[in-house]
């Protein structure tokens, strides 16, 4: 095992009715920029939770950042925050609103160009954040990391800050039931991806942590489907929900390599053709597994026998039903795992690899080792 040091200062409520415990967790008399993304946390009840535990708060509320957050949604965001003298951001919603969040809490007390925290400025201050949590996928509400969409540039901007940890997060299940089922798809699959992406490189000598994340990709295989056959089953959308927290609250990539190749292919496709996050990712893993079979082989046997129960065959036999099996999870789950589900084809390829290029995204995986020309076989696996 790798040495490592870890940090989560994130204290978590999980459970039904916990909303209530928002004005113990905001500090009185704090000015609240309440930020969310569309209608649906007035419909299903979300909302009225929420005034109700702000009472005797001052509340600023800001709507409307997309499921990829914009740049320019969230500058405006912060200039209602700043003109209202807000002191907290409160972030209701999933992944997209909680990283939006992130940035504009950075930006406020940043005097220079926003962008720069986007392109290699790491935020020196910023507001402190909560959350209460609506969609289970990419654990950011436990961890220091954003991605924001800049339109104009075509791009999806990754940025980072210890400062940026939410102060608490708020995991009431039933905040997850009106959800449809494309995103109770897109969550699983996330997860799923992001616990493979710091399992599946090669063996470390760190069997706590394989067992912790075969114990996670194990639990969402078992209850995804069930939220989507009946997506107000309290249990099956609590497990989920905390799966998507470990998945990538820093501690399961603790002492291992780590391959976030898959998100940075990923990341492009959606700046450029506009898929859901977890589309991009259930379309580049499979492909991604296929082309670097051989260097990952140790691990994809292991994953083939603990995770999918593949004991008999060759070698070759079992990665292959390993490989076919996680697809159809995927599929199974409502995300379509081929690019020609989304009607790209082969012309995608030149774009997205350009792309990678100006980003210097040039030497991905564990060993460094993904390059332009792998990519590219990854692209043409994945149509």
């Excluded at 691990?299 to 999918?308: N, P, T």
């Amino acid at each position: 095992m790798r040495n490592f040091s870890f940090y989560n200062p994130t204290k978590i409520h999980f459970g039904e009715g916990q909303i209530a415990k928002l004005s113990k967790e905001i500090p009185p008399g704090s000015r609240v920029l309440v930020t969310h993304g569309g209608g649906s946390i007035f419909n299903n009840g979300v909302w009225a939770q929420v005034e109700q535990a702000l009472q005797g708060f001052s509340i600023s509320r800001f709507g409307g950042i997309e499921a990829n957050p914009q740049f320019d949604t969230l500058l405006r965001a912060a200039e209602q925050a700043k003109a209202e003298q807000c002191d907290f951001i409160l972030a209701i919603g999933g992944g997209s609103v909680i990283d939006g969040s992130k940035f504009i809490a950075a930006v406020l007390c940043y005097d220079g160009d926003p962008l720069d925290l986007l392109t290699g400025t790491k935020a020196s201050a910023a507001l402190p954040l909560g959350c209460v949590l609506t969609l289970a996928a990419t654990g950011s509400e436990s961890n220091p990391h954003g991605v924001v969409t800049h339109a104009e540039r075509q791009e999806k901007l990754p940025f980072f800050s210890p400062l940026l940890f939410p102060r608490f997060a708020i995991l009431d299940p039933r905040c997850t039931f009106s959800l449809p089922p494309r995103q109770i798809g897109n969550g699983v699959v996330d997860a799923f991806v992001h616990t493979i992406e710091q399992y599946l490189t090669y063996p470390a000598d760190a069997p706590l942590q394989d067992r912790y994340a075969e114990g996670l990709l194990l639990t969402l295989i078992e209850e995804g489907p069930k939220a989507l056959e009946n997506p107000e089953d309290y249990n099956v959308r609590a497990n989920l929900m905390w799966c998507a927290t470990q998945a990538l609250n820093g501690l399961l990539g603790c002492g291992v390599p780590q391959d976030w190749a898959t998100h940075m292919i990923g990341h492009e496709l959606t700046a450029l053709y506009h898929l859901d996050h977890a589309q991009t990712l259930a379309v580049i893993l499979p492909a991604l597994l296929a082309e670097r079979r051989d260097s990952k082989r140790a691990k994809l046997l292991q994953y083939a026998e603990r995770v999918w129960q593949q004991h008999e065959g060759s070698e070759e036999l079992r990665i292959d039903n390993a490989l076919a099996a996680t697809r159809e999870f995927f599929e199974r789950m409502g995300v379509a795992t081929r690019l020609s589900a989304y009607q790209l084809d082969g012309g995608v390829i030149p774009q997205v690899l350009a792309q990678l290029k100006q980003h210097k995204l040039t030497s991905l995986g564990e060993h460094r080792d993904i390059d332009l020309e792998v990519s590219a076989r990854i692209l043409l696996r994945a149509l």
